[in-house]
């Protein structure tokens, strides 16, 4: 993230959400730093990372709010999914619970997000196919069913990692591409080529003095 | 990583746990989780006197709810963190890798506050001096409006 980091033309917004322990973080750090994290702990509320991908020639920025999957940090980590372009939505196919819980998250995700955002269903830890307690096929059909993406990965062997949060995106530039996605739109999850570098924060920093100021009249 | 200390809580978002917060101090029971939700909004705010309430409330939290104290650790760093009160902050991140030291959002929150603080020089260590003044001032606020509200 080095400061002349704006040569991209697109900035999405994506969010990855699913039950504790599905392995998102582990997607997520697979798909950003290419390397699998052993013994990842709970995340804290919201983790965030960055990767520059290109789709159809064009420089796209993914900004991407990894969730926390624990119970108590859910009513404040849905605030995340307003103007979320793109949503990951993963569980694990060794975890039968985890799969069940889908049509929950899946309702959040309708309610919370706009029309177009693409959901993208990820069954996780294909690797364990011994333990596997979800099949291929039913998944698939669920998927379907709801008009959702879907593919089986592994955080691990990073097996159709880069597929799942590529294809996310493609769809994405597709539907900007046809006039589904209104980019003027203040909740569409996506921006076209950043504002001066810096000049938000500036803002806010004198925002900060000002208010600083007006509670120093003691 | 940056934006986890730029991105600011929707003014909904804050009201509505505040709202929620609200309620439950008015019947004097107020829920960790309450209590945790309102102050993860407040810390999140634009406005540094919100952030400061929000690390008030988890100071609280972490002395008296075992159970999440990783989470309010977490957020007392970050809350610090976006006073600009780098050193605070890194106390409490390593605080944390005390404990979890592998723990790869801790560290990464951690990189970043230290590229900030040498990106700024001297100034988080300036700034860390006006916040200090900064919550006398609010220390003293609150005694001139308690004067104010005798008259």
Redesign the interface.
């Known amino acids: 993230?080095s400061t002349g980091q704006y040569n991209y033309s697109y900035i999405f917004k994506y969010i990855i959400i699913g039950d504790m322990g599905v392995g998102k973080?582990c997607l997520l750090?697979q798909f950003t730093e290419k390397k699998f994290?052993a013994?990842?702990?709970h995340?804290?509320?919201?983790?965030?990372?960055?990767r520059i991908i290109e789709v159809a020639g064009q420089k796209i920025k993914l900004?991407i709010w990894d969730t926390a999957g624990q119970e108590?940090f859910r009513?404040?980590t849905r605030?995340y999914y307003?103007g979320a372009a793109g949503a990951l939505m993963v569980y694990d196919i060794t975890r039968r619970s985890t799969y069940n819980h889908l049509s929950s998250w899946l309702t959040d995700t309708r309610t919370l997000t706009n029309p177009s955002t693409v959901i993208f269903l990820i069954g996780n830890k294909c690797d364990l196919e011994a333990q596997r307690d979800v099949t291929y096929e039913e998944a698939k059909q669920f998927a379907d069913e709801n008009g959702l993406m879907f593919v089986e990965a592994s955080a691990k062997t990073g097996q159709n990692v880069e597929e799942a949060f590529l294809e996310t995106a493609r769809k994405i530039y597709q539907s900007i591409q046809d006039g589904r996605l209104d980019l003027n739109a203040a909740e569409s999850g996506v921006q076209h080529k950043p504002s001066q570098p810096g000049r938000?924060?500036l803002n806010?920093d004198q925002?900060?003095n000002r208010?600083?100021k007006d509670?120093?009249a003691? | 990583?940056?934006?986890?200390l730029?991105e600011v809580?929707?003014p909904e978002?804050l009201q509505k746990?505040e709202n929620i917060y609200h309620q439950q101090l008015y019947k004097n029971d107020v829920t960790p989780?309450a209590q945790?939700?309102y102050a993860?909004?407040l810390v999140r705010s634009?406005?540094?006197?919100d952030i400061k309430k929000g690390l008030v409330l988890l100071q609280e939290l972490f002395t008296t709810h075992e159970e999440?104290k990783?989470?309010y650790l977490?957020?007392l760093a970050l809350g610090n963190a976006r006073l600009k009160q780098y050193r605070q902050a890194l106390n409490f991140l390593n605080a944390f890798l005390n404990i979890?030291p592998?723990?790869?959002?801790v560290i990464?929150l951690k990189n970043v506050i230290e590229k900030k603080m040498t990106q700024e020089g001297l100034k988080g260590i300036a700034i860390t001096g006006?916040a200090i003044v900064?919550l006398g001032?609010?220390v003293?606020?609150g005694i001139?409006l308690l004067g104010a509200a005798k008259k």
């Open positions: 993230m973080s750090h994290m013994d990842c702990p995340t804290i509320g919201v983790e965030f990372g960055t900004q108590r009513a404040v605030s307003r938000n924060t806010n925002q900060q208010y600083n509670n120093c003691c | 990583m940056n934006d986890l730029n809580v929707s978002d746990f989780k945790f939700e993860w909004c634009k406005y540094p006197v999440g990783r989470d977490f957020y979890e592998n723990n790869s959002q990464g006006g900064a001032a609010v003293s606020l001139s």
